[in-house]
C-alpha cells in the first residue's frame, strides 16, 4: 500500500512538471516574437547589424520611435481606430438581433441552419473571392477610399464572426426570465434591454474583442480600397516600410509596437469579461 502510493505520488509530480514545462514552452513560443519585435524597435542600427540574434539592446534608443511617429504614423492609427471601432459597432448591432432571433424564433424548413452555414461559409472564403464584386458595389456607392466604406466592407467578416459567437450567449438566457419579465408589465424592448443584454454582456465583450482585433490587422481589403496615403490604415503604413531598396528592420518593428499597443491594453482592460466569455457566461 504505502508502495503504490509513493508511487502515485510520484507519478503526480512527473505530471505536474511535464505540464509545467508544456507551459513554460508555450509562454516562451508566444513571448519570444513579441521580446524580439520590442528588443529591435529600441536596438540602434549599428548594434544590430553588429549582432543581428540579440534580443535586447545593450544600449537602448528611441530614434525608431521618433523618426516613426515624425513619418506620420499618427494619420494611419486614428484611422484603424474609427475603421475598428465603427466595424465593432455595426458588426455588434447586426449580430445582436440576428443572435436573438435564431435564437428565439422558429424557422421553417430548417431555415435557421441553412442561414448559419450560408454565414459561416462567408466566414470561411479567401478574402479575394469577394474582392471584386464587393469593389465594384463600393464603387457604385461612392465608398472608395473611405473609412466609411471600409467599415461596411469589413461586416463580411466581422459579422459572421460576431453572429457566430453571440448565438450561444443568447441561447443560454433562460426563456423564463424573459417570461416573468412580460408577466410583470415589461414589453419586448425592456426585456432585451433589461434582461438580455445585462446576461449577454461578457458574450458581447469577447466578441467586440475579436471583431476589433480582425478589423484592427485587416490588410488586403484596406489595400485594394484606399488608395489615398491620408486615408490609409496601420496595416498599410507597416507595410510601406518593406521597400525594393530594403527594410529598416528598427523602424519596421517600431511600427509594430505602436499597431500591437492599443489591442494589448484593450485585451487587458477588458480580460475578466473575456475570461468568462471563455468560460461559457451564464454557466
Known sequence: M????????????????????LRGGALVFVLLPC????????????????HPLALWPAAP????????????????????VLVALGA???????????????????FPAR???LFLVVVLALKLMPPITVAVPLFSLARWLHLLNSSLGLIFVYQIYTLPMAIWMLLPFVREVPLECEEAARLDGANFAQCIVYI?????MPGLVATAIFVFITAWNEFLLALLFVSSPSHFTLPLAIAGYVTENGIDWGELMSAGLIASLPTLALA???QRYLVRGFTGGLK
Open 2 to 21: 504505502q508502495v503504490a502510493r509513493s508511487g502515485s505520488r510520484l507519478l503526480r509530480r512527473r505530471g505536474a512538471i511535464a505540464r509545467g514545462l
Open 35 to 50: 521580446v524580439w519585435m520590442a528588443g529591435t524597435a529600441f536596438m540602434p542600427t549599428l548594434e544590430r547589424l553588429d
Open 61 to 80: 534608443t528611441l530614434e525608431h520611435l521618433k523618426v516613426v511617429w515624425e513619418s506620420g504614423i499618427g494619420r494611419p492609427v486614428l484611422n484603424s
Open 88 to 106: 465593432t459597432l455595426l458588426a455588434l448591432a447586426l449580430a445582436f438581433p440576428a443572435a436573438y432571433a435564431l435564437a428565439r424564433l422558429a
Open 111 to 113: 431555415l435557421d441552419v
Open 196 to 200: 438580455v443584454l445585462p446576461l449577454c
Open 268 to 270: 487587458g482592460y477588458v
